[in-house]
């Protein structure tokens, strides 16, 4: 059974716990932040996950503020239900998101789960979606439990398998016509970590929650 309490350390070094279902942690890098969503990061959101480069390869986002707001909403509810969380990715010295980390669970138990992640194309190379995967790695196996952790991206998107293989995620295979964007059907790889990978790695990470 996925444990559910969040573990979050103060800078005193006094550990607290709550569970994650009812509000998501703090997750603090060196220059990011990842935090529960909030109706606020509706407009940056239009702005920077609506453009044709980030948009070519993931599923269609909200097209308004009102439909980033609906969507905000729905994460919530998702959250507090336990099948889902998605955290706003932050850089130091903003106060709205850039992007955004989802986490869902694919079976009941979430013991197996799939991630996926957008971050605004101005932001690209900047090193934060490394920074933000091993703090939602983290998360995942250390705070929810699970055990398995899936992505998918688009073959064509060498961008994207490419930060995949960088953060240690290992290419399982094709999914042949897995995902339909445009008018048309797109191969897809399929990329796991495993709990047991993670534990190997966490040491050279350092990474905590926070």
Known sequence: MPTQLAVRT??????????????????RGKGITLRELRTSDAASLLALLTTEEVTRFISPPPTTIEGFERFIQWAQREREAGRYACFA???EGYDTAVGLFQ???????????????????????SGLFVKGAELVIEFSFDVVGIHRLEAR??????RGNGALRKIGAVQEGILRKSFLRGGKYLDQSLWAILDVDWSRSKAVWGVKVS
């Open 153 to 158: 991206a688009a073959v064509q998107n060498g």
């Open 103 to 125: 986490v869902r669970q694919l079976d009941p138990m979430f013991d197996t789960a799939e991630w996926g992640f957008a971050i605004g194309s101005e932001f690209w190379g």
């Open 89 to 91: 990715v932050v850089p």
């Open 10 to 27: 103060v800078t005193s070094g006094t550990t607290v716990t709550s569970d994650w279902r009812d509000g998501l942690p703090v997750l």
